[in-house]
Structures are given as C-alpha cells and as structure tokens.
C-alpha cells in the first residue's frame, strides 16, 4: 500500500491515530469522513498478520460502515455452532448470519484501505517511540508531537491536536502518554495456529468450542474453506493453557502456536488524558467471557470519534466526554458484563447443551448484559 514520503507533507495534522487495526482503522475513516485531517502510524507494513480467532461476530459487523460490509460478503458466513463437552456434541443451526470467519490480514488492509479512500494517510512500517504535549511551532496552542521510526531511529516528525492510542494491547502510547506503567500484567491469554484444511467443504462455517473450566475459559476450532483456526484462551498461565492445546487438539503437536493477551479490566483503568485517548485492546476491552476484541473496538473508535468532535466544537479537551462515554457505556456495566462471564462458565458446566444457544445470543447482542450501541 502506497504511502507518503516525509518530505511531501508538513506532518501537522488534526488528529494522529497511532495503530492501523481494526479499531484505528475505523475511527480514521470516520474522522476523515467527518473533515479532520488524519494521520495513521502503523508499525508494520500492510498486508499483515494478525494473531487472533478470525472471526467477526454478527454484533460487531453492524457497526461498520455500510460500504465496508460488500467486500466481507465473500467471506465464510457463519451459521452453525457447536459445544462439545465430555465427548457430547451440542449443536445450534441460526437462520441469521452469526458472523462471519475471515482472514484478519486481508480485513485490517480493506479497513484501513476504507480509511485512506476517505484521505487518511498512512504512514507504514513506524513504530512510536515519543510522545510530548507542548506548544506548537507557532506558540499558540498545546499539540501533540510525535516521533516515530525503527530501531529507535526516528524517520517520522508529526504533531497533531489529538491522538487516539489503538496500538493493542502491547503497544507504547499508554505508557509513553503516561496513562499506564511500561510493564503491564494482563489478566488474560490466549494461544492460537492455523492449519490447513484438507477435508471436503462440508462443515464449512461452523464454530466449535470446548469449555476449560480449570483455565476458567474456552477452546475452539473454526473452520473455513482452506483452513483451520485453533486455540485457547483463558485466565490461567502459558503451560496450562499449552496443555489445554495439546489435550484439545492433539494432532496439531508439530505446529508452534502463537499467544497474545486478552485485556478486560481496561473499564476500572484511566483510558485518557487530555487529548489522547485509548481504544480497542489499547484500552484493555477484551470481553471477558468469549475473548471477542472488535465489538468493543468498534464501540470504542465511535466514542472517540465523538468525543473529539465535541471537543473540537466547544473548545475544551477530549478526554471528560470520552470519559463520559466511557462511564456510562463500558465502567458502569462492567460489574453485569463479569457477573454474566461468570454465570455462562457455570452454565457451561452444568448445562452444556444450552451453550450454542447461548453463545449464538451473545454473538448477535441478545443477552442481559450485552450493550447494543447505534452507529451514529
């Protein structure tokens, strides 16, 4: 993908969006749409490969753009689930659309693809490695300077009035924003591979899940045409959770899976300053019961998007609208979305054969402690 070359900008924009996935992605799209000039740092080149379970849910795909949603269509769709515990088989076939399995490297391009279209600029293959909130070079408002580059060799000089951390999990503008320590200690993990898929296509589209109780989490197997997605995720540690794998799919002893935390106590944690502002796993809002990311990665680039646009209309700083938004939409039910965690893991023990159902319901945002949220 085609990027800018320093010397054809002056690097200053409204909003610089350090991070290109799925939730970075969205709110450039937006914010360039809404006639922000907007800047996308992303430390990798594009296409990349992403670590994950490659699914998007039913919940999450209602809350992209319309016109992003034509390409998803040739996609696996997903209808039928399945629960298997202690040799039993459950199974759930849904007349809707669950979701859909995709390749998160083809996906992540076509989203910040979406974004570019729209007259982000993306800057590819940087790394943040600085973050100062100082005057500008004309003296006369606070903005955010940006340093960025490879090996700590800086070959990206750019200010902006705000900055939306969607890094993930392990990215540096929390820490470097002064928002959370550099060591952080996530409550969640979870390892995965890929592996091909030399059966006939039938089955094809089917999500398969296996409770762990002892991990206090889920195992799964999804199939699409030409591949499998298999992992594990889970509260418990990275050996438990590799015997998990291995107990689960013991033919797959040979591949190498790859771990990647699962945050979800970024509701309790501070997610702003000022104009920065955090989103996606950046602001650890991992959902705790299924793992899912981009429900809540979505939810959040909307309130940022918000937020920067109130605070742009009325003078003030970001960061009490998103704060705002933030309270009521994800810290206020925080207590309701763990409890519910918590009752589908017991449910999932005593009750196995109502768990597709379940699982379908929470896919499509139709249980007790799920928030729905509109686009606009």
């Known amino acids: 993908m085609k990027q800018p070359e320093a010397a054809e900008y002056n690097h200053y924009f409204d909003v610089a969006i350090i991070g290109g996935g799925p939730a970075g992605a969205l709110a450039a799209t937006l914010l360039a749409?809404?006639?922000?000039?907007?800047?996308?740092?992303?430390?990798?080149?594009?296409?990349?490969?992403?670590?994950?379970?490659?699914?998007?849910?039913?919940?999450?795909?209602?809350?992209?753009?319309?016109?992003?949603?034509?390409?998803?269509?040739?996609?696996?769709?997903?209808?039928?689930?399945?629960?298997?515990?202690?040799?039993?088989?459950?199974?759930?076939?849904s007349r809707q659309k669950?979701?859909?399995?995709?390749?998160?490297?083809?996906?992540?391009?076509?989203?910040?693809?979406?974004a570019v279209e729209r007259g982000a600029v993306l800057f590819e293959n940087k790394s943040i490695i600085n973050i100062q909130y100082k005057l500008s070079e004309t003296g006369n408002k606070n903005v955010y300077h940006l340093q960025a580059g490879k090996s700590n060799q800086i070959t990206l000089s750019a200010s902006a009035r705000y900055v939306i951390g969607a890094d993930g999990a392990l990215g540096k503008t929390a820490y470097l924003a002064?928002?959370?320590?550099?060591?952080?200690?996530?409550?969640?993990?979870?390892?995965?591979?890929?592996?091909?898929?030399?059966?006939?296509?039938?089955?094809?589209?089917?999500?398969?899940?296996?409770?762990?109780?002892?991990?206090?989490?889920?195992?799964?197997?999804?199939?699409?045409?030409?591949?499998?997605?298999?992992?594990?995720g889970?509260?418990?540690?990275?050996?438990?959770?590799?015997?998990?794998?291995?107990?689960?799919?013991?033919?797959?002893?040979?591949?190498?899976?790859?771990?990647?935390?699962?945050?979800?106590?970024?509701?309790?944690?501070?997610?702003?300053?000022?104009?920065?502002l955090l989103i996606g796993d950046a602001a650890g809002l991992i959902e705790p019961f299924s793992g899912e990311g981009l429900y809540n990665a979505f939810k959040s680039a909307y309130f940022a998007v918000q937020a920067i646009k109130e605070a742009d209309k009325k003078k003030v700083e970001a960061e009490a609208t998103y704060n705002r938004l933030f309270k009521k939409h994800f810290r206020a039910k925080f207590i309701a979305t763990l409890l519910g965690a918590v009752l589908l893991n017991l449910r999932a023990a005593v009750a196995p054969s109502t768990m597709p159902l379940y699982?379908?319901?929470?896919?499509?945002?139709?249980?007790?402690f799920n928030d729905a949220i509109q686009k606009k």
């Open 33 to 93: 749409e809404a006639g922000f000039s907007t800047a996308v740092i992303e430390r990798k080149n594009y296409p990349r490969h992403k670590i994950c379970g490659g699914f998007l849910s039913a919940r999450a795909a209602e809350l992209l753009p319309g016109d992003l949603l034509i390409p998803l269509a040739k996609n696996v769709p997903v209808h039928s689930l399945e629960f298997v515990c202690k040799k039993k088989t459950y199974s759930y076939n």
């Open 98 to 114: 669950l979701g859909i399995l995709l390749d998160r490297s083809i996906f992540d391009s076509q989203l910040i693809r979406h």
């Open 178 to 232: 002064g928002i959370s320590p550099k060591r952080r200690k996530f409550n969640g993990q979870a390892l995965s591979s890929i592996l091909p898929n030399i059966e006939e296509n039938s089955g094809t589209g089917t999500l398969t899940f296996f409770p762990l109780p002892f991990s206090a989490g889920m195992g799964w197997s999804f199939k699409a045409k030409n591949y499998y997605n298999r992992g594990v």
């Open 234 to 276: 889970g509260f418990a540690g990275r050996s438990r959770l590799a015997r998990d794998y291995v107990r689960l799919f013991p033919d797959n002893m040979n591949n190498q899976p790859h771990y990647w935390p699962l945050p979800f106590l970024g509701p309790l944690r501070k997610i702003a300053t000022g104009n920065l």
């Open 359 to 368: 699982i379908a319901r929470l896919m499509e945002n139709k249980l007790w």
